[in-house]
């Protein structure tokens, strides 16, 4: 019998591909819709606080370099994981990640909680060559990231790209992203008080490359770095294995 | 490009000069941007194949009587690229895999960084190498299926051109850094725009081929081609939907984000493993697998039950890349079953294909051609067998993020994927080219030893150096506390990231002695007087005259 039907179906081409659609749509529609709809899946935090535009512009260094081909984001709910990551990663935690970095492999140290375990220092000196500081490491290079100036003139519209898929950035975000990312990176500039105001009192500003007068691209990668696990403190409270928060004074 | 008509060469003419005005248009607006530079890419491109068709546009008119014979000149053009990007693919490959034990040999430089020649590898060899491969085959299979003549002239060569336009822009980019960061969808939207358009003249080609068929039933090839055009359509727009910051910039920002994204991101990835990595190779195995051994294939109703099976769970499974996450556990615990489930219409294609070959086993000592095939359905049902077994959470908790997981995407990317492209090669180059036989079987031989080599080095070091690390990184001491420090583990890698680069050389050399194999084939050997019956049928069929698959 079915394979009577089968036989009927094998003879129209256009029948045949409106049952493929309909075969491998159900999965994905089962599975993804009600992510979109389930208040439970991603917590609602109050201290979640927005990427200031030099951490973004450092997020899209990352990116741009492939960073996640090596390092996860995503610390699993595994004894192992939290006792030598930190507390296992919450959904809210990467929630307005456009696109999420969560990561495939570990070639390097998962690090979705490496904000504030090191110094600036150290992770440009590490980001300089990594053997300097782990001799055994298979890491690059990214040397060329402090001789290259970051971009800063087109912020206001990566801001504005991010507001459109739906991270809170407000107008005067978007008005002032250039100048907070050089107030980040430039601690005695005027432009800096601005950055804390609009991001928050937790937001690190600090001469990230160690150089306070003018913004890399190691500026803004170290920036990122120093904000991942840092843009809530949700996870500390929420785990069955709570730890400290890690000093952010570096 | 000899049998297009005059029609066909200025409609040509004008697809390529729209093309490089957009050419124009991109390097104008993205001057401060990587954008800029593909617009340049673009430009070049479609002046290049301008002049191709430019040059030939006062030759003499095409042969009336080609409308009675097969399109094959796509076919050659897209073995050509194939055999291309398998060297360029497999070269970046072991590069980046020579990185990861001595990584100076990035020589410093921003653009061979790992982290950027890595999208260039796996690009390179699935959508460059697999891809071409996949149109193609496809293009052989459904005209000999059907008995008919590709529904288009022009069409097929957009397709060909179009897609390694796509294959370009975006190797292009991730040496330039740019990149969506989405695992096997790197490129940018501009790129991912360009698909689309790519992707539905193909699918409309296929379809109207195969409205002109002179054989009453779809031969099931042509089920799983068609699965891996319609499916790959749907998961590539949904999970590249974005937003870019502007149009004179190449980057965008995923409409998704977080925990959507991270199931989108894998439903789409374990998918194009499902409809690209698989679906489309196993229309290449029920079609060559078959011709090669000269035996039917086995069972019909294994091949029904595989199909269907496979299109329906596997749109499941990609949340099993995802155990132990922020992502809920329900969808983590649906992707473990339906994984496992998997294995059943995965083993009934495998098994379909090895019991094919009851009868002609004494083929498979012989003939090395037959033995890549053979070779291929093994490996199939080995990764297939271990991907359900890597899909149950405790095992995951393990193999996740260490380098089990790379071993078990080349047992099926070497063993499955490419074995069976290359068998299918070897049975299609001398059809077409119309030769008697390969240039050299010894050589077939030598590149089925090197290939087979290197991909047990390569699998057996990964299984090993994953496993190790998986343990190192959950070991403790009497005392409760971890027992070995991150670098501990990495430090344990080296030797297998060796082993890895050598097995990723040997399958490399293979590869170049196959491509040295079809040229001197092309060139050298005696043509074969028109094979009988490769034409297709004149007047249709009555209804019910034929039932089994053509030829």
Redesign the interface.
């Known amino acids: 019998m ?2 009577l039907i ?2 009927k179906l ?2 129209t ?2 029948g ?2 409106l049952a ?2 309909l ?6 529609i ?3 819709a009600p ?2 709809t ?1 208040d ?3 917590e609602d935090v109050e201290d979640m606080r927005l990427y200031t535009p030099l951490e973004l512009a450092g997020r ?1 260094i990352y ?8 390092h ?1 984001q ?1 610390i ?3 004894r ?2 939290v ?2 990551y930190g507390p ?23 690090l979705a909680r490496v904000g504030g375990k090191y110094s600036d220092f150290w992770h440009v000196a590490h980001l300089t060559n ?2 300097d500081v ?1 001799p ?9 990231l402090a001789r290259t100036p970051l971009r800063l003139d ?1 912020l206001g ?2 801001l504005e ?2 507001r ?4 809170p950035y407000t107008d005067e975000m978007i008005e002032n992203a250039a100048r907070d990312a050089f107030g980040q990176a430039v601690p005695d500039s005027e432009q800096a008080s601005g950055v804390t105001e609009r991001y928050g009192e937790e937001t690190q500003v600090s001469a990230f490359d160690g150089v306070a007068t003018r913004v890399t691209e190691m500026d803004a990668l170290v920036a990122y770095l120093q904000v991942l696990g840092r843009l809530t403190k949700a996870a500390y409270q929420n785990t069955a294995a709570p730890e400290q928060v890690p000093d952010p004074t570096n | 490009m000899g049998q297009l008509t005059t029609r066909e060469r200025d409609l040509a003419a004008a697809i390529l000069l729209v093309l490089a005005i957009v050419g124009i248009a991109m390097a104008a607006a993205g001057q401060f941007d990587p954008l800029g530079v593909h617009g340049a890419v673009v430009l070049l491109y479609s002046l290049a194949l301008l002049y191709l068709i430019m040059s030939s546009s006062f030759g003499p008119p095409p042969d009336p009587s080609r409308i009675s014979r097969y399109y094959d000149d796509p076919i050659k053009v897209g073995v050509w690229f194939t055999l291309f990007w398998a060297i360029f693919g497999m070269f970046i490959g072991v590069w980046a895999a020579a ?3 001595w ?1 100076s040999l ?1 020589f ?1 430089t ?1 653009w061979a ?4 020649i ?2 260039a590898h796996t690009t390179g060899v699935i959508f460059g190498f697999g891809g071409n491969a996949l149109i193609a085959t496809s293009f052989h299979v459904v005209q000999r299926t059907s008995r008919a003549r590709l529904a288009d002239q022009l069409s097929p060569w957009f397709v060909l051109f179009g897609y390694n336009l796509f294959c370009i822009l975006a190797v292009t980019g ?1 040496f330039m ?7 096997y969808a790197e490129a940018e939207w501009y790129a991912d725009l360009w698909l689309v358009i790519v992707w539905v003249t193909y699918f409309i080609l296929y ?1 109207r081929t ?2 002109r068929r002179r054989e ?3 031969y099931v090839a042509n ?1 799983y081609y ?2 891996f055009i ?2 790959v359509a ?1 998961l590539h727009i ?1 999970n590249n939907l974005t ?4 149009l004179g ?1 190449a ?15 894998w ?1 789409y990835g374990h998918n194009a493993v499902a ?1 690209f990595l698989t679906a489309g190779f196993l229309a290449m195995l029920y079609y060559y697998l078959p011709k090669r051994a000269e035996r039917p294939i086995f069972s ?2 294994l091949s ?1 039950l595989s199909f ?1 099976g496979i ?9 099993h ?8 556990h329900w ?1 983590q615990n ?2 473990m079953t ?1 994984s496992v489930m998997l294995l059943v219409p995965s083993w009934a294609s495998a098994g379909n294909a090895l019991l094919t070959l009851n009868g002609a086993w004494h083929k498979v000592r012989d003939d090395a051609t037959l033995r890549f095939i053979m070779m291929a359905a093994f490996f199939y049902g080995l990764s297939t067998f271990e991907g359900s077994f890597l899909a149950v959470r405790p095992v995951n ?1 393990l193999s ?3 380098d089990w ?2 071993g078990h995407v080349h047992a099926g990317a070497l063993g499955w994927v490419a074995l069976i492209t290359y068998g299918s090669l070897y049975t299609l180059v001398p059809a077409i080219w119309k030769r008697e036989r390969m240039y050299s079987a010894a050589l077939v031989e030598v590149h089925f030893w090197l290939a087979f080599a290197g991909t047990v080095i390569y699998v057996f070091a990964m299984w090993n150096s994953g496993i190790i690390q998986g343990l190192m ?2 070991t ?1 001491t009497g005392d409760g ?2 027992a070995y420090s ?2 501990d583990s ?2 344990a890698m ?1 030797p297998y ?1 060796i082993a890895r680069a050598f097995g990723g050389l040997l399958f490399l050399i293979g590869a170049v002695v196959a491509t040295y194999n079809i040229w001197m084939t092309v060139r050298g050997v005696p043509a074969l007087a028109e094979r009988h019956g490769d034409v297709p049928v004149a007047a249709p069929l009555p209804e019910g005259a034929a039932t089994g698959p053509a030829e």
């Open positions: 079915r394979e089968h036989r094998e003879r081409a256009i045949f591909v493929i659609i075969a491998a749509s159900v999965g994905g089962v599975e993804i992510l979109f389930i439970e899946t991603v899209n990116i741009r370099e492939g960073c996640y081909a090596c996860s995503m699993r709910t595994l192992d994981e006792e030598r296992f990663s919450l959904a809210v935690e990467s929630k307005y990640d456009h696109p999420m970095l969560w990561g495939s492999k570990r070639t390097g140290p998962d990594p053997r782990v055994e490491s298979n890491m690059p290079a990214y040397a060329w087109d519209s990566h790209a991010q459109s898929v739906g991270v | 990185q990861l034990a990584p990035n410093d921003a960084s790992f982290g950027r890595r999208p991730y850094g740019v990149t969506q960061s989405k695992e379809i195969l409205a009453p039933h779809i089920w068609m699965a319609v499916v749907i949904i937003v870019p910051v502007s910039h980057k965008s920002y995923t409409i998704w984000s977080g925990v959507q994204d991270s199931m989108v991101q439903w409809f019909y109703r029904i269907w299109t329906f769970f596997y749109m499941w499974a990609g949340s890349h995802l155990h132990y996450t922020a992502l809920p969808v649906l992707g339906f908790s996740h993020y260490t997981t790379v990184w959950r403790y506390t971890l991150f670098v990495l430090v080296y990231y």
